[in-house]
């Protein structure tokens, strides 16, 4: 069974910095893409962020490029996004998600991230 287990969100003051962890089970993790999407209180889902299953390549949604860094440990079959400079508007359920077959096929249950001072 393909299980997705994000952690890491929390309460955080705008500036500050949070770093998102999932953790991977039930696949081959090195074999595949993985992304974060977010979706805010009220709002649809948004892609945040993408890296390629070796690690080498990777994209940002232009409202989190050079504030957010992803990044994977394939040997510890888990997922990070290190989330810097945060601001209100980052405030969202923050979901990991695999890319297969050219769709996103597999979903974590989520962990909310709230920016607020």
């Known amino acids: 069974e393909v299980q997705l287990v994000e952690s890491g969100g929390g309460l955080v003051q705008p500036g500050g910095s949070l770093r998102l962890s999932c953790a991977a089970s039930?696949?081959?993790?090195?074999?595949?893409?993985m992304n974060w999407v977010r979706q805010a209180p009220g709002k649809g889902l948004e892609w945040v962020s993408g890296i390629f299953s070796g690690g080498g390549r990777y994209s940002y949604a232009d409202s989190v490029k050079g504030r957010f860094t992803i990044s994977r440990d394939n040997a510890k079959n888990s997922l990070y996004l290190q989330m810097d400079t945060l601001k209100p508007e980052d405030t969202a359920v923050y979901y990991c998600v695999r890319w297969s077959s050219q769709s996103l096929d597999a979903w974590g249950q989520g962990t909310l991230v709230t920016v607020s001072s």
């Open positions: 039930g696949f081959t993790f090195s074999s595949y893409a």
